[in-house]
T-cell receptor, first 112, second 116 residues
């Protein structure tokens, strides 16, 4: 699976939108872009995924660049509960798509 | 529906003892994955099991570690003769299917293993 690059940390104020960027310039045509987050002392939690088109769900939105070499996770109104490490992960077709490669992720701090 | 259940939540062992970590996947999921998170490090894949079979153990240490997912009952990660370096958080995940790249993984809350 291709590598992703994320900023080490970001800060946000509560109730403001947050845009978390991810670069994946070596993405292949069949790689899905997944986002997981890990709250303190918890296991990772699925957030959202997409292939080419932008995606929305109850947790967040995923904006995918037209060339697919970057994407942005959007939290529309950050809450204190959103403070976590956010991981951008590419997953392609294979015999073991549960073998996720977690990089350093982006540690999001949310200030009240 | 219950999510992935792991127990115990915390496990303390002395050097040389055995540690047994249990994981019950989401009901209906037959694909189970184990990950390890060492202190101040990222999560690392260990092993992938599908009912009674080990499919991929490329991330599992060659000695002292073993995993099983029997036909009935939870998946077990066993660590024999634990050493201090085994102290870590161990997470289990499950999925309904695999292969396409769009599968979601559901993770448990983990077992924190402390070796004295």
């Amino acid at each position: 699976d291709a590598k992703t690059t994320q900023p080490n940390s970001m800060e946000s104020n509560e109730e403001e939108p947050v845009h978390l960027p991810c670069n994946h310039s070596t993405i292949s045509g069949t790689d899905y872009i997944h986002w997981y987050r890990q709250l303190p002392s918890q296991g990772p939690e699925y957030v959202i995924h997409g292939l080419t088109s932008n995606v929305n769900n109850r947790m967040a939105s995923l904006a995918i660049a037209e060339d697919r070499k970057s994407s942005t996770l959007i939290l529309h109104r950050a809450t204190l509960r959103d403070a976590a490490v956010y991981y951008c992960i590419l997953i392609g077709r294979s015999g073991n798509t549960g073998k996720l490669i977690f990089g350093q992720g982006t540690t999001l701090q949310v200030k009240p | 529906n219950a999510g992935v259940m792991q127990n115990p939540r915390h496990l303390v062992r002395r050097r040389g003892q055995e540690a047994r970590l249990r994981c019950s996947p989401v009901k209906g999921h037959s694909h189970v994955y184990w990950y390890r998170q060492l202190p101040e490090e990222g999560l690392k894949f260990m092993v992938y099991l599908q009912k009674e079979n080990i499919i991929d153990e490329s991330g599992m240490p060659k000695e002292r570690f073993s995993a099983e997912f029997p036909k009935e009952g939870p998946s077990i990660l066993r660590i024999q003769q634990v050493v201090r370096g085994d102290s870590a958080a161990y997470f289990c995940a499950s999925s309904l299917r695999t292969g396409q790249g769009d599968e979601k993984l559901f993770f448990g809350s983990g077992t924190q293993l402390s070796v004295l």
